[in-house]
């Protein structure tokens, strides 16, 4: 997102620093804050290209396999927009942990998959990417509902807000 996610860049950061990654190639959409001290780990020209935030989020996400990303409502329209796999780490701390909610309800469309920030090491997430990475059947599928969810009633932010009103209602999803 725009603010950037320190526990996700830091990560990221650590999985690189481990040797984790492999042979990934990151885009690592910081936030203005943490740009920084993302960019002085990594390095210029290093395993990830660092950037404080990008105002074309279309160029990132066509440019990437997998997004690890927050689950507010905004980007999990933009991810099944675009067809994006994810790994979502919803922010633990935001109003009635409504990410957690949006999350599980992306997740369970077959989108992503969810992994919580408590106690999420660097090797547990890279394990989960590395995973999802070699694996071109599950990303395709993926893939797939994401493109289902972006068409559902002409818009995949109606069909998001309309499960969190019910939700918000007592009701079921």
């Known amino acids: 997102g725009s603010q950037g996610a320190r526990c996700i860049n830091d990560l990221a950061m ?3 620093e481990k040797g984790l990654a492999g042979g990934a190639r990151l885009i690592v959409q910081t936030g203005a804050a943490d740009y920084g001290r993302v960019l002085a780990r990594v390095g210029a020209g290093g395993a990830a290209a660092v950037l404080p935030f990008h105002n ?4 990132l996400y066509s440019a990437a396999d997998v997004a690890v990303a927050r689950a507010g409502a905004m980007s999990l329209t933009e991810l099944s927009y675009f067809g994006l796999p994810s790994i979502l780490v919803p922010y633990p701390y935001a109003a ?4 957690t909610a949006n999350a599980e309800e992306y997740c369970r469309e077959g989108c992503g998959m969810t992994m919580r920030q408590g106690g999420l090491s660097a090797e547990d997430l ?3 990417l590395r995973s999802l990475l070699a ?3 599950a990303l395709s599928g ?3 509902a994401c493109a289902r969810l972006a068409s559902v009633n002409g818009s995949a932010a109606r069909l998001i807000a309309e499960r969190l009103l019910r939700l918000r209602e007592g009701g079921a999803p």
Request: a positive charge; charged letters at 35%; zero cysteines.
């Open 14 to 16: 650590a999985g690189i």
């Open 126 to 128: 890279w394990r989960r």
């Open 56 to 59: 074309r989020v279309s160029v």
């Open 135 to 137: 694996d071109p059947g």
């Open 142 to 144: 993926m893939r797939a």
């Open 96 to 99: 009635d942990d409504h990410q």
